[in-house]
T-cell receptor, first 110, second 116 residues
Framework: GQNIDQPTEMTATEGAIVQINCTYQ??????LFWYQQHAGEAPTFLSY??LDGLEEKGRFSSFLSRSKGYSYLLLKELQMKDSASYLC???????????WGAGTKLIIKP | DAGVTQSPTHLIKTRGQQVTLRCSPK?????VSWYQQALGQGPQFIFQ???????QRGNFPDRFSGHQFPNYSSELNVNALLLGDSALYLC???????????????FGSGTRLTVV
């Protein structure tokens, strides 16, 4: 079957660093996406990884290990506005269908 | 430049009724995907339209159908509504090809459907 697992909720402090993990088991693999979703809003694109390694985009970085079926999103210098749900999604065999995790709710405390 | 536009934003329907949701993709995008998102869950893929054809379908019953028009806009129709169809329905647009991997899918703000 196809499955994406991520922690349900995490708490971090403003200014700190947090790592949100995602493990996936999908039929085929054509890349992994990370999206941010604030409550009641649309998901917004953060990153896409298809090769092993770390991709850095400002305060956000995403890592992929295809052999381990594992990815993480690293958020640095946390700000209160980073409080949101973070969803990982795998693009499998079809190239058109994303399989989504349930999302990790990140709570930032002052 | 307008992003993805969905209408209506909220809708309340009675069990057994039919509903039509609408989506206008971001300018320059030609592909539209529809997702159902239950509260506290990730989106579930319903189907994707490209060149006015359903290209891929997720694990949803035939009560869920769609259409794409020549201007790339799309509709999602749900017949014989069930209480379990209550959810946020998201439309995502993309440019066919590698663009979706560079820029990601662009999502609309969704239609919140409540079935009573």
């Amino acid at each position: 079957g196809q499955n994406i697992d991520q922690p349900t909720e995490m708490t971090a402090t403003e200014g700190a660093i947090v790592q949100i993990n995602c493990t996936y088991q999908t039929s085929g693999f054509n890349g992994l996406f990370w999206y941010q979703q604030h409550a009641g809003e649309a998901p917004t694109f953060l990153s896409y990884n298809v090769l092993d390694g770390l991709e850095e985009k400002g305060r956000f970085s995403s890592f992929l290990s295809r052999s381990k079926g594992y990815s993480y999103l690293l958020l640095k210098e946390l700000q209160m506005k980073d409080s949101a749900s973070y969803l990982c999604a795998s693009e499998g065999d079809s190239n058109y269908q994303l399989i989504w995790g349930a999302g990790t709710k990140l709570i930032i405390k002052p | 430049d307008a992003g993805v536009t969905q209408s209506p934003t909220h809708l309340i329907k009675t069990r057994g009724q039919q509903v039509t949701l609408r989506c206008s993709p971001k300018s320059g995008h030609d592909t539209v995907s529809w997702y159902q998102q239950a509260l506290g869950q990730g989106p579930q893929f319903i189907f994707q339209y490209y060149e006015e054809e359903e290209r891929q379908r997720g694990n949803f019953p035939d009560r869920f159908s769609g259409h794409q028009f020549p201007n790339y806009s799309s509709e999602l129709n749900v017949n014989a509504l069930l209480l379990g169809d209550s959810a946020l329905y998201l439309c995502a647009s993309s440019k066919n090809g590698q663009g979706r991997r560079i820029y990601g899918y662009t999502f609309g703000s969704g239609t919140r459907l409540t079935v009573v």
